[in-house]
């Protein structure tokens, strides 16, 4: 079963530094073939990384709050332009996450869609966009069914995000669990032990929010994990 890991460049917040890093976690966390690949606003950025334009009518989806640029995950003409067959595993992980372990059974699964779930605290959403996988194909109404007003419609947080339309279109799916159950982890969020120190089980640790690897990388942890 073919696997492609797929993040994101877009704007100022991150830097080819962040991609770099999550690349060697990568290298270092996973034990079957995979291809990787950066969707970014510049595909002149980095010419020693694989990097898929992000289409020019997506662009001002980059420009706003809610992440809606990952949605075209789910438009199979898309990804069929980038060498991507009916079923082949997609995962998306964000530049701020932290790999600390083998990532084999998180990935190799069956079910069409996954994602983080319960690791948010103030937002009631149960899905958290840091990391999901979604087999090419699946469900592409996700994508076409897709507007502005939609998302508004269903929107958790005080504004619309990619994980409330995939509550809204995808409501119930099997996901991780944030924590123990998974060994996907928000840092400091629900699911998390108390404390700074990394869980022994822990094979992602998801930054979001206000908090980065960079404001944390005096723990030994993320010094060892995130390089």
């Known amino acids: 079963m073919a696997l492609t890991v ?16 999550l690349e060697a976690g990568l290298r270092r966390g996973m034990k079957e073939p995979y291809r990787f690949a950066v969707v970014t606003d510049n595909v002149d950025r ?7 334009e992000i289409p020019q009518e997506d662009i001002p989806l980059t420009k706003m709050q809610g992440c809606f640029a990952r949605l075209r ?4 003409e898309w990804l069929a332009g980038h060498g991507i067959a009916e079923g082949e595993r997609i995962v998306s992980l964000d530049l701020d996450n932290v ?6 059974p998180l990935f190799y699964r069956p079910e069409p869609f996954m994602i983080l779930t319960g690791a948010n605290a103030s937002n009631p959403c149960p ?8 087999r090419a194909g699946y469900r592409p109404d996700v994508w076409s069914d897709f507007t502005l007003d939609a998302a508004d419609k269903v929107r958790h947080a005080p504004f619309a995000d990619d994980q409330s339309w995939f509550s809204h279109k ?12 998974s060994g996907i982890y928000g840092f400091q969020k629900p699911g998390w032990p108390k404390g700074e120190a990394l869980p022994g089980d ?26």
């Open 6 to 21: 797929v993040t994101y460049l877009w704007g100022e917040k991150y830097s080819l530094d962040d991609v770099r890093k």
């Open 46 to 52: 980095a010419p020693d990384l694989p990097m898929w």
């Open 73 to 76: 995950l789910f438009d199979p």
């Open 99 to 104: 790999i600390t372990g083998d990532l084999y």
């Open 127 to 134: 899905y958290n966009g840091s990391v999901w996988m979604v």
């Open 170 to 181: 995808l409501p119930g799916v099997t996901g991780w669990p944030a924590g123990s159950g």
């Open 202 to 227: 822990a094979r992602i640790v998801a930054f979001f929010g206000w908090r980065s690897p960079e404001k944390f990388k005096h723990l030994d942890w993320v010094k060892q994990n995130w390089r």
